[in-house]
């Protein structure tokens, strides 16, 4: 049971980030380092409105959604867009803008452990194993948050758009579509769901300057596991590695020190196997 609700819990966290990752990095073809920076930020903000200004929790977590993902919007086209076509310029200025969102918290909360409380107290037992009700909570949102993520990206004409520019650019672009609008809308989209996970998962963990870096290594894991651009393949992956992290933790004596490094040997072996990952897209640049 504990390794069920703990595959469950993380599992849930890799699927919200990295689908935003895949997200953007399928349309732009952008490596946004920062990525679980915004999920940092997200919840940082949600402990300053709700415990330092005494605002309400929910309330708390809906502004700190909104802040990040306007903070997300203000780097893309001030930093990002005017170097987007050079992809390690982007990914050194993505680095760059992670450390500074860091060391910015570490100005204001210090690098002392803080925590979020939780919105439901208490509770219950199901086979010797303790399951807290702010669990269930947290699981029931990814699971409605990923429901939405699905219905927008099938059912929608913003859908379709984004799904016709993951595939092929160019040939979107003949189509009229507007790619670098798209693209602006797409990271809003992925550093929303960054936030969301910072606002459901915050609660779970506690809060310090370098939260953002573990998670970051594990969705970079999990996104090349899935295949690059894949959402399903983030999605499976994701609870592939999240279970894996936790069959680790509890069965093995040291599994807190190894759960990376096993985690990171299956996206090993699997890209020996399949290079592409397990759901790999070929782009039109590869083509």
């Known amino acids: 049971m504990n390794i069920l609700i703990t595959g469950l819990i993380l599992g849930s966290m890799l699927a919200l980030l990295a689908i935003g990752f895949s997200l953007i990095f399928g349309v732009a073809r952008i490596v946004n380092i920062a990525h679980t920076a915004f999920y940092m930020t997200a919840a940082y903000c949600i402990y300053y409105l709700s415990i330092r200004l005494g605002m309400n929790q929910v309330l708390a977590m809906f502004i700190a959604v909104v ?8 780097a893309y086209k001030f930093l990002i867009e005017p170097i987007r076509e050079h992809e390690g310029a982007v990914l050194i200025g993505t680095i760059a803008l992670a450390m500074i969102f860091q060391e910015v918290i570490f100005l204001i909360f210090t690098g002392d452990n803080l925590s979020i409380p939780a919105l439901l107290d208490g509770f219950f037992v199901l086979g010797g194993v303790k399951i ?13 948050i990923l429901a939405i993520v699905w219905g927008l990206l099938l059912k929608t004409r913003l859908g379709l758009a ?67 651009g894949s959402i399903k393949g983030s999605f499976i992956g994701a609870y ?11 069965l093995l004596p040291t599994g807190g020190f190894l759960k990376g490094s096993i985690a990171l040997s299956i996206m090993i072996v699997v890209l020996l196997i399949r290079p592409e990952g397990l759901f790999g897209i070929a782009f039109e640049e590869e083509r």
Do not use: C, K
């Not at 807290?132 to 409605?144: D, E, I, K, P, S």
């Not at 960054?194 to 310090?208: C, F």
């Not at 953002?212 to 690059?228: D, F, N, Q, R």
């Open 162 to 228: 984004i799904r016709s520019t993951a595939e092929d650019r160019e040939v979107a672009n003949l189509m009229g579509m507007n790619e670098s609008r798209l693209a602006m809308i797409t990271l809003g989209i992925s550093v929303a769901l960054a936030g969301v996970t910072g606002a459901i998962i915050g609660p779970l963990y506690v809060l310090h300057p370098h939260m953002w870096m573990e998670p970051l290594i594990l969705m970079m894991a999990v996104v090349v596991l899935g295949g690059l």
């Open 240 to 250: 592939i590695l999240g279970f894996t992290e936790a069959i680790v933790i509890f």
């Open 132 to 144: 807290l009700y702010q669990q269930l909570l947290a699981f029931g949102v990814v699971l409605v």
């Open 67 to 74: 802040f990040v993902t306007l903070l997300g919007l203000v």
